[in-house]
């Protein structure tokens, strides 16, 4: 079975923080996707990535930045977090864009 | 990005009961999509519905696309104490899975 591991289950960070969310997927998939999970919002996508160092902005990609330097591993960046991204981060992989989503278990983060 | 509507927010059910949820769009999808989530876990894909009026079963879940492709509805029999979590709906108008829209979730409490 494919594994997306995120590398924190739970994270503390204080406000202005630079903080890194980070991602691997061990199945060779060609797109990655970073998604936040609030509570009566559903998923939403922040960036996707398609290919190494490709990148496209998702549906709220304010206030984040992604890295994709290897093809396994898809970084999140908050430049300078803020108490308004306290939320479940979870980050996904697919082999192509029409095949099915395979998550990580989610980091929350909380900012404070 | 869009929302879908999904209904309703939360249900508590004695073990044994039926469960049915619904999500509705006011946009067109070409595809419907099911996952759960169950706690501390990613979302895991259940059904993926791909033509409209299509009726599709996974085990005791059953999962139907609206015939105006604007709704689709998930039904579970018989429940059973694993099936707490949160269900998502998802929505893919054509196209890879960034553009796919999620709902904002069911959560399911099974009352053993």
């Known amino acids: 079975d494919v594994k997306v591991t995120q590398s924190s289950r739970y994270l503390v960070k204080r406000t202005g923080e630079k903080v890194f969310l980070e991602c691997v997927q061990d199945?060779?998939?060609?797109?990655m996707f970073w998604y936040r999970q609030d509570p009566g919002l559903g998923l939403r996508l922040i960036y996707f990535?398609?290919?190494?160092?490709?990148?496209e902005k998702g549906d709220i990609p304010e206030g984040y930045s992604v890295s994709r330097e290897k093809k396994e591993r898809f970084s999140l960046i908050l430049e300078s977090a803020s108490t308004n991204q306290t939320s479940m981060y979870l980050c996904?992989?697919?082999?192509?864009?029409?095949?099915?989503?395979?998550f990580g278990s989610g980091t929350q983060l909380s900012v404070l | 990005g869009q929302q879908l509507n999904q209904s309703p927010q939360s249900m508590f059910i004695q073990e044994g009961e039926d469960v049915s949820m619904n999500c509705t769009s006011s946009s067109i999808f070409n595809t419907w999509l099911w996952y759960k989530q169950e706690p501390g876990e990613g979302p895991v894909l259940l059904i993926a519905?791909?033509?409209?009026?299509e009726l599709t079963s996974n085990g005791r879940l059953t999962a139907q696309f609206g015939i105006t492709r604007k709704d689709s509805f998930l039904n579970i029999s018989a429940s059973i104490p694993s099936d707490v979590g949160i269900y998502f709906c998802a929505g893919q108008p054509s196209g890879g899975y960034q553009k796919v829209t999620f709902g904002t979730g069911t959560k399911l409490q099974v009352i053993p």
């Open positions: 990535s398609y290919d190494v160092k490709m990148k």
């Open positions: 996904a992989s697919s082999l192509r864009a029409t095949e099915k989503l395979f």
């Open positions: 519905l791909y033509k409209a009026g």
């Open positions: 199945m060779d998939h060609e797109n």
